[in-house]
Nanobody, 124 residues
Framework: LELVESGGGLVQPGGSLRLSCTSSGSTLGYHAIYWFRQAPGKEREGVSC????????HVVDSVKGRFTLSRDGDKNTWFLQMNSLKVDDSGVYYC??????????????????RGKGTLVTVSL
């Protein structure tokens, strides 16, 4: 299973981006999907998680009300819609497939499958 992120880029504060996470080799429909990010000089942090059924999702407080995690119909692509972006949202964004069907904590080392990331830069 390989995860590939896309959709990153340069955007001004207040703008929007939609990141995609696409799997090859297996469907993502049976495990929780996570998004993490890492800003320069900072540790990687969890951003959002949604369980396999799509019915329950979580976002961290810093992005609450601005970021939404969703998936397409065939379950092989997940999206992170990011609105009202701030400079502090800049960093490399990674998707990961969790070990269980439900969200079980933002532990990067516990993710069996992880993408290589896409860069988001929020700047004037």
């Amino acid at each position: 299973l390989e995860l590939v992120e896309s959709g990153g880029g340069l955007v001004q504060p207040g703008g929007s981006l939609r990141l995609s996470c696409t799997s090859s080799g297996s469907t993502l429909g049976y495990h929780a999907i996570y998004w993490f990010r890492q800003a320069p000089g900072k540790e990687r942090e969890g951003v959002s998680c949604r369980n396999a059924t799509g019915g329950t999702s979580h976002v961290v407080d810093s992005v609450k009300g601005r970021f939404t995690l969703s998936r397409d119909g065939d379950k092989n692509t997940w999206f992170l819609q990011m609105n009202s972006l701030k400079v502090d949202d800049s960093g490399v964004y990674y998707c990961a497939r969790g070990p269980r069907y439900y969200c079980s904590g933002y532990d990067w080392d516990a993710m069996p499958y992880r993408g290589k990331g896409t860069l988001v830069t929020v700047s004037l």
